[in-house]
């Protein structure tokens, strides 16, 4: 099984710059990507059991446990590395505070960072990264 898997939304333009920032930040590809709307993604959590309802903007699996709003996003700069990982102290502050500041971008999403027509369709260099 993959142990770090990106899960977005693949019309979201700001979902989208995250998969290039963790792909520009990820030369060993220890993380792998799906679209929220994919096959591949509802496969997935189907396989790891993940408990409804899940967020429609970025959810993180991380060793078949399911992770999603602030836990997901500093669950993913921990595993970038340095100066990405001095951010997962951030963990101590409560859980509910961290989640509303992440719920007001994601509500906003689309209209700060706007959307696109049709899903990502990785390169054929970058294909492997994105479960199928």
Do not use: K
């Not at 679209?35 to 309802?53: F, K, M, T």
């Not at 970025?58 to 500093?74: H, I, K, M, P, W």
């Amino acid at each position: 099984m993959v142990t770090a898997v990106v899960l977005f939304d693949g019309i979201c333009n700001l979902c989208n710059g995250l998969v290039d920032f963790v792909i520009a930040r990820d030369p060993a590809a220890h993380f792998t990507f799906a679209s929220l709307q994919s096959d591949a993604a509802r496969g997935l959590l189907n396989d790891v059991h993940a408990a409804e309802p899940l967020p429609d903007s970025f959810v993180f699996v991380e060793d078949g446990r399911v992770f999603t709003r602030s836990d997901a996003a500093l669950r993913l700069v921990r595993r970038l590395g340095f100066p990405w990982n001095v951010a997962y102290p951030l963990m101590v502050v409560p859980r509910p505070l961290r989640d509303w500041a992440y719920d007001i971008v994601a509500r906003n999403r689309y209209r700060w960072f706007g959307r696109r027509e049709t899903c990502r369709v990785p390169t054929p260099d970058l294909r492997r990264r994105f479960l199928e």
